[in-house]
T-cell receptor, first 115, second 112 residues
Framework: DGGITQSPKYLFRKEGQNVTLSCEQNLNHDAMYWYRQDPGQGLRLIYYSQIVNDFQKGDIAEGYSVSREKKESFPLTVTSAQKNPTAFYLC??????????????FGPGTRLTVL | EDQVTQSPEALRLQEGESSSLNCSYTVSGLRGLFWYRQDPGKGPEFLFTLYSAGEEKEKERLKATLTKKESFLHITAPKPEDSATYLCAVQRPQGGSEKLVFGKGMKLTVNP
């Protein structure tokens, strides 16, 4: 089955620690995205990548970093510089600019809690 | 600045009681408007894309429509399993990117 997987489902972080969230897709999509979801707020874009080895900051990139070494993978690192990291993190992918279909498809999410 | 406003924020319906959810937007050069369904603790599930005013799409008890300023998600004879949060998002051309701007969502509860 084609889809997007995220791991782990739940993650606990101590103050001052960096943590990495995994996102893998087997949909052969070019573009991948990371969003953050907080109660009462819409999804906010952290980083996105339209092609391997290239990525751009979204609206709330401070305290986060990403890499895109493979088409299938787009890991997100939450660094200690992120002051309020407790949130639900969602990864998405789409066909990208080579397609007229712009739908983004989401993974199941990772819930990060800072202890 | 692009904005997406969903109303109402929450809606309770009785099973079989039809209603509509509203998504109003301000964006220059709309490239697409998207509806998603999200269950608690899960990722959003894609429902519809609408590209131009006057367009309509249907899926089971859901029907999405689009005007130049807003979109409606009509729910006909809802069932308890339709209970979820419904998200609306818009996309506009921005340097070749495909960034979406999301509304805050609308929580629908359908009571049996």
């Amino acid at each position: 089955d084609g889809g997007i997987t995220q791991s782990p489902k739940y993650l606990f972080r101590k103050e001052g620690q960096n943590v990495t969230l995994s996102c893998e897709q087997n949909l052969n999509h070019d573009a991948m995205y990371w969003y953050r979801q907080d109660p009462g707020q819409g999804l906010r874009l952290i980083y996105y990548s339209q092609i391997v080895n290239d990525f751009q900051k979204g609206d709330i990139a401070e305290g986060y970093s990403v890499s895109r070494e493979k088409k299938e993978s787009f890991p997100l690192t939450v660094t200690s510089a992120q002051k309020n990291p407790t949130a639900f993190y969602l990864c998405a992918s789409s066909m990208g600019q080579r397609s007229s279909y712009n739908e983004q498809f989401f993974g199941p999410g990772t819930r990060l809690t800072v202890l | 600045e692009d904005q997406v406003t969903q109303s109402p924020e929450a809606l309770r319906l009785q099973e079989g009681e039809s209603s509509s959810l509203n998504c109003s937007y301000t964006v220059s050069g709309l490239r697409g408007l998207f509806w998603y369904r999200q269950d608690p603790g899960k990722g959003p599930e894609f429902l519809f894309t609408l590209y131009s005013a006057g367009e309509e799409k249907e899926k089971e008890r859901l029907k999405a429509t689009l005007t130049k300023k807003e979109s409606f998600l009509h729910i006909t004879a809802p069932k308890p399993e339709d209970s979820a949060t419904y998200l609306c998002a818009v996309q506009r051309p921005q340097g070749g990117s495909e960034k979406l701007v999301f509304g805050k969502g609308m929580k629908l509860t359908v009571n049996p």
